[in-house]
């Protein structure tokens, strides 16, 4: 159970940089999934695994897995993605792929483990390149359409599907990828937060409770266009006003809810300074853990629309972008997730995670599913300004590595 067993989370870190060297430039890390700095990255990756007794392969879907042989054949999964955005940071997605790497070589140290020990690196979580994120999570999972990327091309015309012939993947046999979780039991992940939560409460890291649901809607707001000089104040039907107010009434739902409410478009027509607005369209996003308050967040921002609506005199309509459902983790897992933070850092944090995550699709697919975050510094990620103190990436490498144990003997419990 300690450090004597050869746990070395400053190797995770000096991996990382090893990584950050060979796969990134002056711009950030440049490991875009199907191109060649990635496939440099997973070679990285292949000569790390190959000094331990783990088998190592790819499936239909291009995700890279290695396998450590347990007593039985029900397995631990911990997964990452070591593919990055374009210029981005040196820690988001290969963090959990090293410190899962440490954790595997712990584990076979120890000798045979009672279950099966599986490390996955997922194809294309972040779709930088062709806009369809968790690639090859989906595909494993079972909620990804190939027809629904098919026609996907890359911004030099190339098609998704040559491109992934390219990498020995056939878009039509990806999904025959599930059968990799026929035996998984539970489903590990580490990740960075992406966001200010821990550092703003001191925390080095936090129990991840689910992947928030979304809602995605456009608004349209029809008046009358005007002259901005002859209309009278009190006989406008100003469509902007509509705007207006919805997006003041929005903050405020988000706040009860203890969501997240973001108005991040609006476009006016005509949209010249000398016309009342006659027609103004609104993008609003709206997040939350749980699903009964994400649709109370919504209908009570539709009750706003309909009341400002009659206020100004105006119509508002209402079309759904898109939506997705909120995924929870496994509360015995959130559990002992907790319990291993406690053990390396003394104090936990629970949070939701707003980004999806290929967690997400796992646990999508059924199985048991926790996630643990690690403080990023100002929240950045997704440039190369991300950053995490060694010092709390450490205690992440231990927090998993104890997450593991106790997941391992949860297993053998149950
Ligand atoms: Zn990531």
Not at 109 to 137: C, H, K, N, Y
């Amino acid at each position: 159970m300690s450090q004597a067993n050869g746990l070395q989370p400053k190797r995770t870190v000096a991996e990382l940089k090893e990584l950050r060297a060979l796969t990134g430039n002056e711009g950030g890390s440049q490991r875009v999934a199907f191109t060649d700095t990635w496939v440099k990255a997973r070679e990285f990756m292949r000569l790390k695994l190959a000094e331990l007794p783990v088998h190592v392969s790819a499936d239909e879907a291009g995700n890279q897995w290695a396998t450590l042989r347990g007593r039985s054949e029900r397995s631990i999964l911990i997964g990452g993605h070591i593919d990055s955005v374009p210029n981005g940071g040196w820690l988001d997605g290969c963090l959990n792929v090293l410190a899962g790497l440490e954790v595997l070589r712990h584990i076979a140290s120890q000798g045979t483990p009672p279950i099966t020990v599986r490390l996955v690196d997922w194809a294309d979580e972040e779709g930088a390149r062709f806009g369809r994120s968790l690639f090859g999570s989906s595909a494993c999972s079972g909620t990804l359409n190939p027809d629904d990327v098919r026609n996907l091309a890359d911004q030099q015309g190339n098609k998704l599907p040559d491109v992934l012939r390219q990498h020995g993947i056939d878009l039509d046999r990806v999904k025959a990828s599930h059968k990799q979780l026929e035996n998984a039991a539970a489903y590990l992940e580490l990740h960075i937060e992406q966001g200010p939560v821990l550092e703003n409460m001191g925390l080095p890291l936090g129990v991840v409770l689910g992947t928030v649901g979304v809602e995605r809607h456009q608004i349209r707001w029809t008046g009358q266009s005007a002259h901005a000089g002859s209309t009278p104040m009190s006989q406008r039907r100003d469509a902007l006003g509509g705007v207006s107010k919805l997006h003041l009434a929005v903050r405020e739902i988000a706040k009860r809810h203890n969501g997240v409410c973001t108005v991040g478009s609006v476009v006016t027509k005509p949209g010249i300074v000398t016309a009342v607005v006659g027609e103004a369209t609104m993008l609003l996003d709206q997040r939350l853990l749980e699903a009964q308050g994400l649709a109370q967040m919504l209908s009570e921002a539709k009750q706003a629309s309909e009341r400002i609506a009659r206020e100004e005199n105006i119509g508002v309509e209402w079309s759904r972008i898109w939506q997705i459902e909120p995924i929870p983790f496994h509360p015995a897992l959130i559990e002992l997730a907790d319990e291993s933070i406690r053990d390396v850092s003394g104090k936990s944090h629970r949070l939701p995670s707003g980004p999806l995550h290929d967690a997400a699709e796992v646990a999508r697919a059924g199985i048991p599913t926790i996630m643990l975050f690690v403080q990023s510094l100002r929240g950045l990620s997704h440039t190369n300004l991300e950053d995490t103190k060694e010092e709390h990436l450490e205690m992440a490498v231990r927090a998993l590595d104890r997450l593991a144990a106790k997941t391992i003997q949860w297993l053998m419990n149950g």
